[in-house]
C-alpha cells in the first residue's frame, strides 16, 4: 500500500527571494511537486530538485489559471500518491491566502501537512518604500484589510467607522480597482482628506514603484499614472516618515531591470551582485545537468595528455567530482592546465592548481578538453583555436524547458532594459531561444557582452552591443553599471 505524502503550505514572501524564510526554503528543495502562485517569486523554483513537477495555479486579472477547488483537489491527488507537496504562495499563506480551506480539505482526507508562515506584503512593501507600519510619533495601530470580497460588486463591505476611529496606519491589498470607493468612505467616516497615501506596485522587487498623494488626490493620480496591480496601498500620517527612512530605492541599480544569459545552473555570483545593488534580475535560460556516460580510456590515461582544458567553473567542480568518485589520484593528471575565462582560473586556483591562459595555448602535443555536453555543439574557436583533440563530457547539460513558460510569464510582467552575456557560451542558447519576449528585448535593450570575445560572438549574431567592461570581471562590469547610473543623475 503506498504511503500518503505530505503538503507544506508555504508563504514565499513578498518578492524578495531573500525574504523567504529557511523553513519555506526548505520545503521547495525537498519538494516532489510545487504548486504555485502568480505573486510568489518563480526564481524561488530555481531551488527544487530538477525532477520536481511544477504547477502554475496563480490567478491573473479576469483570467483565472486554477480555480480554489481543482487546486484543493490537486494537492489531494498528489499528496495520496505519496509525494511530497509545496503549496508556494505569495507573502503569508494566512493573509488572504485562503490556506484555512486548504487545511480543511486536506484534514477531511487524512493528509499530514505543516503550514509555514511568511513575510506579508503589507509589512514588507512599506518597509522597502522607507515606512515602517508603527511608530511612536505617528502611529501605535495597524490594519490589513482587503480590497475587494465576495459581494457582487467586488467592493469590500467593512465597517468603515470602526477602521477610521480604531486604527492609524491601514494596508489594503490590491486595492487599485476600488480605490475611489475606499478614499471616498475613509473620508465620509472622520478621516482628513489630507491624509497621506502611497501606492507600492511590485514591492520588494527591483522594479519596485511608488505614487504618492492624499485620500483626495490619490485616486486622479492613479487614473493618470495607470498604476496597476500587485500594489499595497497604504494610508497613515505614517507615510510622511518615507524621506528619512527611504534605503531600498536609494541603492544604486534600483529601478534596473536585467536579463541575464545564464551558463551554468544555479544563481550566479554575477546576479547575486546585481541583486545587492538594486537590480531587478531575470536568469535564462534554466539549466538541467545529468551524469554523461564516462570515456574510461579517457579516465585511465590522463597521464597521456600534454594540455587538459577546463571549458568552465562548473567542469573543474565535476571533473574533481569524478576523480573523488573513482579514487583517480590527481597527480595522473601531468600536462600543463588551461582554463579560457577568470572564473574557470579561480575555480582551478580553490583546488591549488595554477592554470594559464587558454589564449596562450600553443597547438602543439596532445590535448584534453574537459566540458559538459554543450562542448558537442559549440565549437571550441569561442575558447581556443586548437586541432585534434580528445573531449571528457563531465555531464549532460540541457535547458529545462518547463521554466520557459515562467520566464514568458516573467519577461511580460517586467520592463528589461539590459541584456547583460557574461560569456560568448551564453549568447547562442538566447539567440536560438523559442521565447518572442526575449528576441524582442535584443532589439529594444541594451546589449552587455563582458568580454572581447563574448562581443565579436554577439556581433557575429546580429546583436548591437552598447557596453563592454574594461576587463571581463563582476567587479569591472559592476563599475561599468554604476557609472551609467551617474550619468543619468547628472
Known sequence: MRQTGMVYLVGAGPGDI????????????????????????PKLLDFAKSDCELIYCGKLPQRHILRQESINDLLIVKALEGKIVTRLKGGDPSVF??????????????????????????????LYAGI?????????SFAVVTAHDKSNNGQPNIDWEGLVKGIDTIAFYMG??????????LIKYGKAPTTPVILIQWGTFGRQKTLEGTLETIAEKVRSAKF????????GDIVNVREKC????????????????????????LARQLRAQGADVIEYPKWKSTPAIMDEAILTNLCSYDKVLFTSPDSVAQFFNILVDREIDIRHLRGEIYAPSV???????????????ASTMEEVGTLLVVGDSTVRTQTLENTVNYGSHDVLITTEKTIDEQFSPIVERMLEEAEIDTVIFPSSLSIQPIVE????????????????????????????????????????????LMKSLLLDEEKVLI
Not at 228 to 235: D, E, F, Q
Request: charged share 25%.
Open 228 to 235: 496597476t496591480n500587485p500594489a499595497i496601498t497604504l494610508i
Open 246 to 269: 527611504k534605503w531600498f530605492e536609494n541603492q544604486p541599480l534600483f529601478g534596473r531591470q536585467i536579463l541575464l544569459a545564464r551558463t551554468s545552473e544555479g544563481e550566479s555570483h
Open 176 to 185: 487599485v480597482a476600488n480605490l475611489p470607493f475606499i478614499c471616498e468612505n
Open 343 to 357: 572564473k574557470s582560473k579561480k575555480a582551478l586556483s580553490s583546488r591549488g592548481i595554477v592554470a594559464k591562459s
Open 97 to 126: 491566502g485562503r490556506v484555512g480551506e486548504e487545511a480543511e480539505e486536506l484534514t477531511e482526507h487524512g493528509i499530514r501537512f505543516e503550514i509555514v508562515p511568511g513575510i506579508t506584503s503589507g509589512i514588507a512593501a512599506p
Open 433 to 476: 531561444s523559442s521565447c518572442l519576449a526575449i528576441h524582442e528585448l535584443l532589439g529594444t535593450s541594451n546589449i552587455v557582452a563582458m568580454g572581447e570575445k563574448s562581443e565579436l560572438m554577439a556581433t557575429a549574431q546580429g546583436l548591437n552591443v552598447n557596453k563592454r567592461p574594461t576587463k571581463p570581471t563582476v567587479e569591472e
Open 18 to 41: 531573500g525574504l523567504i524564510t529557511v523553513k519555506g526554503l526548505e520545503a521547495i528543495k525537498k519538494a516532489d511537486v510545487i504548486l504555485y502562485d502568480r505573486l510568489a517569486n
Open 132 to 140: 515602517p507600519v508603527t511608530h511612536r510619533e505617528y502611529g501605535t
